[in-house]
Structure formats: structure tokens, C-alpha cells
């Protein structure tokens, strides 16, 4: 890199379809951003808490918990979650991200089941790679996403995992 060129920023995709994930990453590879990739929310803490470097976007799809999850009530430090639940956690952590969820369903439905919320960039699949360059580019510059304070104090949070 030469001197006083800046570093791309880095992307970590989380979603379980690895078609969505393809789709997501090749894009932004060759706009020149940083793409790591997860399978789900469990990989996605992981991958986030253990990354030498700064990660400066989540893009998550809401829908995370793959076929044949499990409930358990370990306290398990990368549970699987939904993709908002795994967002909250990061925010909590008062970890300074940028987030764009992104899903199938329309926006109004997700928001009405409390998968998605108010201040939080949302993209609905399927979607140009033309959209989402855009909104990354919208969503890098803005400012970074703020915990929820309302699904801090949500009864059961934290009380019940989804894991494999």
C-alpha cells in the first residue's frame, strides 16, 4: 500500500445461505473492500471478537438460526441468534459498528415481529449489486449504529440461546 493511501474498509457478511453470501462478496470485493464472510451469528462473534483488525460493517441477514438449531440455556459467549439479536450483542459490547440487515421479508413485516428496528439500515433481498454498493457506501459514511436500550431490559434476554 502506498503511503497516504488509505485502508479498504472491512465487511463481515453473515448469512447462512451461502449463495447470498457469494452474491454479497463479490461486489464489494472488487469495489476494493475487506469482505469476511460467516456462516452464522455464532461464527460472526466469534470472527468479530477475534479479528486483528477493525471491522467497520456488519451486514446480516435477519433470518440466522440454520435447520436443526437447538434451544439451550448455556451461556454460551457466540450463541446462534437472529441477525438483530447478534447485532444487539456487538452494540452492547460497545463496539463502534456500522449494520445493515438485510432479508427476504418486507421490512414492515420484520419490524411488527421485532427482527428489525428504527435507526438500522435495512436491505431487502434480492437486490442489485448497484443497491448495495450505494448503501455501503451510505452506511460507512454515516455514523455508527447505537445499542437498543429497550431490548437491553427485554424479558428472557440473555435467558434463552439458540445455538447448534
Known amino acids: 500500500m502506498a503511503p497516504g493511501q488509505k485502508q479498504p474498509s472491512t465487511i463481515l457478511i453473515v448469512d447462512d445461505d451461502p449463495s447470498a453470501l457469494l452474491v454479497s462478496t463479490k461486489p464489494l470485493r472488487d469495489a476494493g473492500y475487506t469482505v469476511l464472510q460467516a456462516p452464522g451469528s455464532a461464527e460472526a462473534l466469534k470472527l468479530y471478537a477475534e479479528h486483528p483488525s477493525p471491522i467497520h460493517l456488519v451486514i446480516a441477514d435477519v433470518f440466522l438460526p440454520p435447520p436443526g438449531f437447538q434451544l439451550s440455556v448455556d451461556r454460551n459467549p457466540y450463541p446462534r441468534v437472529n441477525g438483530l439479536d447478534m447485532v444487539e450483542r456487538l ?3 460497545k463496539r463502534e459498528i456500522r449494520v445493515l440487515l438485510v432479508s427476504s421479508s418486507p421490512s414492515s413485516e420484520l419490524q411488527n415481529r421485532g427482527l428489525v428496528r428504527a435507526g438500522l439500515p435495512f436491505l431487502k433481498k434480492p437486490f ?6 450505494s448503501l455501503v457506501r451510505e452506511v460507512l459514511a454515516g455514523p455508527p449504529a447505537a445499542p437498543d436500550q429497550k431490548n437491553a431490559t427485554r424479558p428472557g434476554n440473555g435467558d434463552v440461546e439458540w445455538v447448534d
Open 128 to 133: 442489485t449489486s448497484e443497491t448495495l454498493l
Open 91 to 93: 452494540l452492547q459490547d
